[in-house]
């Protein structure tokens, strides 16, 4: 692995690579992975902006009005929203989080690269650690720090917009087999809260449909969770040459899985979202009406790793064990 500084669009950047793979992170726009490439097969496996200029927002700014492509770090909430608990009760949380446009202290290392931000209006220590433990695949290992006497409730979901194709098939563990919708702009999988069966359901139309093969570009857009606790930490895509692009993480402390299928409707892009999460409803306080909560205790911290493969064949052999 070889550790660089270099640039993407016209933001510094700091690029992890090998003879077969290349990440780069922006440290001034919180470390957000924007680019995961496959030297192999020359090609980008992330969403990409095709403007040269990179599109960034104020702090508290609207985040689809920013680059949002990439990977990025959606804490302490992805809805704006205000967070309900003494004593930060009242207090307005930022569109998709803090950390995705939070600049952040960075320190290289001989065969890792740290990063480290501060809270703005909740006060905490949001540290991520980015290493290659092969050619071919990344390793994030999170630690959010509370400083105070106050227990802290959060949502962390690792927002990955993956490219896709016609024939895509999204791969999970055997026990998710129930979503719940909380976006549609179609209603095929039903109005927000309700539950449909996966992979194969009837929707609204009554036609029976797989939710795990991607669709032709039909404009359609939609979002859901996996209503269960995952027993095991992973999710990936598949794509018709058979080459696979998964995420693995650690499920007792990332147990939920979000999904959101793009068919052309946002941004005319077709792509898909892989995001794992803390806890699930895309705010804090909703997740926990759902019985989903995730804390970082009184003077405590809360740790969790997720990791990238980009390879190929089954996908067993390509989810990393964390």
């Not at 780069?24 to 095709?50: H, I, N, W």
């Not at 050619?135 to 999170?142: C, G, I, N």
């Not at 490219?163 to 999988?189: M, Q």
């Not at 995730?294 to 405590?300: H, I, R």
Request: aromatic letters at 12%; one cysteine or more; proline letters at 5%.
């Amino acid at each position: 692995m070889n550790i660089s500084t270099t640039f993407y669009k016209d933001q510094r950047a700091i690029a992890l690579e090998s003879d077969q793979a290349r990440f780069l992170f922006l440290p001034d726009t919180g470390a957000s992975l924007v680019s995961a490439y496959s030297k192999a097969r020359e090609k980008e496996y992330l969403v990409q902006r095709s403007q040269e200029k990179y599109l960034r927002q104020p702090f508290d700014g609207v985040y689809v009005d920013a680059e949002c492509s990439g990977m990025d770090d959606m804490f302490p909430t992805i809805d704006h929203c205000t967070y309900d608990k003494f004593p930060w009760t009242g207090v307005m949380l930022a569109d998709h989080g803090e950390v995705w446009n939070l600049p952040c202290q960075t320190e290289i290392a001989e065969n890792c690269v740290r990063f480290t931000c501060h809270g703005i209006r909740l006060p905490y220590l949001f540290h991520k650690q980015v290493t290659m433990p092969t050619d071919t695949s990344l390793l994030f290992s999170y630690r959010v720090e509370n400083p105070t006497q106050f227990d802290m409730d959060f949502l962390w979901a690792g927002h990955t917009m993956v490219v896709a194709e016609p024939g895509l098939k999204l791969h999970v563990p055997s026990d998710c087999h129930r979503g719940v919708a909380v976006f549609t702009n179609t209603g095929r999988i039903g109005g927000y809260g309700e539950r449909f069966s996966y992979p194969v359901y009837t929707d609204q139309q009554g036609m029976q449909r797989d939710v795990s093969q991607m669709n032709v570009r039909d404009g359609n857009c939609e979002k859901y969770y996996f209503e269960n606790k995952l027993k095991d930490g992973w999710c990936a895509v598949r794509y018709p040459a058979g080459d696979v692009f998964a995420l693995s993480f650690s499920s007792k402390t990332v147990p939920y899985l979000g999904i959101l299928h793009n068919e052309g409707d946002f941004r005319g892009l077709y792509n898909i979202f892989l995001e794992p999460c803390t806890c699930g409803f895309d705010r804090p306080d909703v997740a926990r009406l759902h019985g989903q909560s995730s804390t970082v205790p009184a003077n405590g911290v809360y740790e969790w790793q997720m990791a990238i493969n980009l390879g190929e064949g089954d996908v067993a052999n390509n989810v990393l064990s964390l």
